[in-house]
């Protein structure tokens, strides 16, 4: 009697392992074994990540470069009178143009940090936060055809820089010191503040 018991539970065991074998998977059950998986066309988490690491990576470099050269006469001290002070600030550009000769446009904005930006920007150039950006660059703007854009240029020291608006500022990465971005026109320059040298510009960054 025993064993004929224990046999009818071993068929009840091994038919309901059966039945749920065959049973449909739920929809969580599918996509936790979908995602087990993963192919080399699976989307990037954050498709700007790798992006903005790299802008990172080279905005860091030439900081480090500019650590490198402000020393010796290029070295800026704060109680310097204004020619001394002025003095050392060119002697800085001189040396960072010496040593960035070779250097060209997209050097750091290179194509895929351009349209990175661009779509970062696009959203705050446009309705009533596009038009009170557009207005304060407009009042800080230098007068027309005094900027050179062009790599290792001298921003003239008679002309004014441009404001960032801050939702355009916001949605951009920090710089380390001495970059800035100004926005001059329609174009963006990223600046070596302490020698006023043009380090790298991007064209048609702000949209009519």
Do not use: W
């Amino acid at each position: 009697m025993k064993a004929c018991l224990l046999l009818f539970v071993a068929i009840c065991v091994v038919g309901c392992d059966r039945d749920a074998a065959h049973q449909p998977e739920t929809p969580a059950e599918a996509a936790q074994k979908a995602g087990a998986v993963k192919t080399s066309t699976d989307p990037a988490v954050n498709p700007n990540a790798a992006v903005m690491a790299d802008f990172m990576t080279r905005v860091e470099k030439y900081a480090e470069l500019h650590k490198d050269l402000a020393k010796g006469s290029a070295k800026q001290k704060e109680d310097t009178n204004p020619d001394q002070i002025n003095a050392q600030k060119k002697a800085l550009a001189a040396k960072i143009q010496a040593a960035r000769a070779d250097s060209k446009q997209g050097e750091i904005f290179t194509p895929e940090i351009r349209q990175a930006f661009r779509r970062l920007l696009a959203p705050e150039v446009k309705g009533e936060d596009g038009r009170d950006a557009k207005a304060i660059l407009k009042d800080d703007a230098p007068a027309p055809g005094t900027v050179p854009f062009k790599v290792n240029a001298t921003y003239p020291e008679n002309q004014p820089k441009p404001t960032m608006p801050a939702n355009l500022l916001m949605n951009l990465p920090t710089l380390p010191e001495p970059l800035e971005y100004r926005v001059v026109g329609q174009h963006l320059l990223l600046i070596d503040t302490a020698a006023d040298v043009i380090v790298d510009y991007m064209l048609n960054v702000i949209t009519t």
